[in-house]
């Protein structure tokens, strides 16, 4: 079996997303290829030949793919996939934005966030927001995959000596163009490669009350800082900082959610982290029933107290 890895990254840096999914693939049998579609992105090219596992790097230099428009890149690796059995992509925006256009284009049937690699056709996946976990085995010749990061290891970024080629395809589709993107530009680690995160809720009650409270916390811990949908839903936090189901999937050593009742929403986008330590004034809160340290009280108490002897 040979699978396509869809790379994720910003035309300068291979993110770690790629990383996981190129473990993923690994475990399918076969030959591992990587696609790098982008524009000047030779040094993400080099960076994933050095990508422990990885046989051959397809670089897709072209202005139609630098800013990764699913109209555009879709086409492109419905093409290749004639080479191919299995096409695999991080479940990140971008993988999840890609991979039913090509699935479609392929009249496949798409086999989200896969938790593990069961057989060469045969995959398990959560449902219902994570409260349980279905085994699902495909038939169709070629799979189209999406993979939960936090689920597989990382490959390592070096021992991997592949080589590079040049790959093309249709190029611009013309039904759509970039027109800007407005990110949110922080110095704490990226949220999803995080070893340590803390949340906010909202309980907090404004956007200023969860900065002052969240973000020396964070600071002291030099953790990413997260959010409820709530509290996002409610101004307090950007999008981007959102956990959970429809938010980001994360699973770092440490999870400290503070003001965060725990509805099933966003404990399935973290109850995979390794330590959760749970901050609410209501015993009663779900978020206490996967926490593995629990501090019932105020959180405008607890919080300044445990910052302070940090």
Do not use: W
């Not at 695999?88 to 256009?101: H, I, L, Q, S, Y």
């Not at 390592?156 to 163009?177: C, K, L, N, R, V």
């Amino acid at each position: 079996m040979s699978v396509l890895v869809l790379a994720e990254h910003d035309n300068a840096e291979l993110k770690d997303a790629t990383l996981a999914a190129v473990t993923a693939a690994g475990q399918l049998g076969g030959d591992v290829h990587l696609l790098v579609a982008g524009k000047g992105a030779q040094g993400v090219a080099d960076a994933a030949a050095k990508v422990a596992g990885v046989a051959k790097v397809l670089l897709a230099d072209d202005a139609a793919y630098e800013n990764a428009l699913a109209e555009n890149l879709a086409p492109l690796i419905t093409g290749l996939m004639a080479g191919y059995d299995a096409f695999v992509a991080p479940a990140t925006t971008r993988g999840k934005n890609v991979a039913p256009r090509v699935a479609a284009a392929l009249d496949v049937a798409q086999i989200s966030e896969i938790l593990s690699v069961e057989g060469p056709d045969t995959f398990t996946r959560p449902i219902y927001a994570g409260n349980a976990i279905a085994t699902v085995k495909s038939s169709d010749a070629k799979k189209v995959i999406t993979v939960r990061g936090t689920a597989f290891a990382k490959a390592a970024t070096s021992g991997g000596s592949a080589s590079i080629e040049a790959a093309s395809g249709p190029g611009s589709a013309g039904i759509s163009t970039f027109e800007g993107a407005e990110l949110t530009k922080s110095a704490r680690p990226e949220l999803t490669a995080a070893k340590i995160i803390v949340s906010g809720g909202r309980a907090l009650g404004s956007s200023e009350k969860f900065h002052e409270y969240i973000d020396p916390l964070a600071d002291k811990l030099g953790a990413a800082v997260g959010a409820s949908r709530a509290a996002v839903d409610a101004g307090y936090a950007p999008n981007d900082y959102q956990v959970g189901q429809t938010g980001k999937i994360v699973a770092p050593e440490l999870y400290v959610a503070v003001g965060i009742s725990g509805a099933i929403q966003h404990l399935a986008g973290m109850k995979d982290s390794k330590i959760i330590v749970a901050i609410n004034k209501d015993e009663e809160a779900p978020i206490f029933q996967v926490a593995d340290v629990g501090l019932v009280g105020d959180l405008f108490t607890i919080v300044p107290e445990l910052t302070g002897k940090l």
